[in-house]
């Protein structure tokens, strides 16, 4: 399957959901960019047609909001029918539990980081299922902004993620490779927020040629950072 991100003809079918968290507890880390993140991404899939009531963004959400958020979520992709495209994008804390090998999306309100903070995060095999259980009709782009590194783990390696498997129908991006960690610098959002959302404006891109350009972007930028993809569309 081949999809450009930016055709508005399919406006009606296609679905966002956009979540920036960024007011942590500061023994968690506060973050600067990640609501600038998200405006900056909603604002690129306006651009190109995305209907303001298929288009949901989140600040600051604590780990209830985020799961209602993702279940409304799928439940509108369920119902857009066969030909929906959903598109999720989390910018915010995120890190990887080396004991189960699973990355977690860390909602705000969490308090501190330590051996308790998986009981309160949010597996993100978990909102992967349930966009692939709930919509399994749809092409779903799953966008993780997070491992970042100002956060204060205790624990060392915990702050990258770790690789996933592909999932029919489904690219999963990272905003940087496994076991590394992005940054949250920049001026008016992070520097794979703005890479993006450049490249989801421009029409008539094979989406794996938005995600590489992004990569490409992102390096130049940071000289550090490398974003990652793992994707499993054309198998639909």
């Not at 439940?75 to 990887?96: E, Q």
């Not at 705000?108 to 051996?115: E, F, N, T």
């Not at 905003?175 to 992070?190: H, L, N």
């Not at 794979?192 to 990569?215: I, T």
Request: net charge positive; hydrophobic share 40%.
């Amino acid at each position: 399957m081949v999809i450009s991100l930016a055709i508005p003809a399919l406006a009606k079918q296609r679905h966002a959901l956009l979540i920036g968290n960024e007011a942590y507890a500061p023994e968690v880390g506060r973050l600067k960019n990640p609501a600038n993140d998200v405006r900056l991404i909603a604002a690129s899939r306006q651009q190109v047609g995305f209907a303001e009531k298929n288009l949901t963004v989140v600040t600051n959400a604590d780990r209830a909001a985020v799961l209602e958020a993702v279940e409304e979520y799928a439940d509108r992709l369920a119902n857009a029918g066969k030909d929906a495209v959903g598109f999720f994008y989390y910018s915010g804390h995120g890190a990887a539990n080396q004991r189960d090998k699973s990355n977690y999306l860390i909602p705000v309100g969490v308090k501190r980081l330590d051996s308790r903070v998986w009981y309160k995060a949010i597996a993100l095999n978990r909102v992967i299922s349930r966009l692939s259980n709930l919509a399994s009709n749809a092409a779903h782009f799953v966008v993780f902004d997070a491992c970042r590194n100002i956060l204060k783990s205790p624990t060392r390696g915990t702050k990258g993620f770790v690789p996933v498997s592909e999932r029919r129908g489904m690219l999963i991006a990272f905003s940087t490779d496994p076991g590394e960690t992005a940054t949250d610098e920049g001026e008016g959002s992070g520097p794979y927020a703005a890479a993006l959302a450049k490249e989801l404006v421009r029409r008539g891109q094979h989406h794996l040629d938005v995600f590489q350009n992004v990569k490409e972007a992102v390096y130049q930028k940071t000289k550090t950072q490398v974003p990652w993809t793992r994707d499993g569309m054309l198998q639909r």
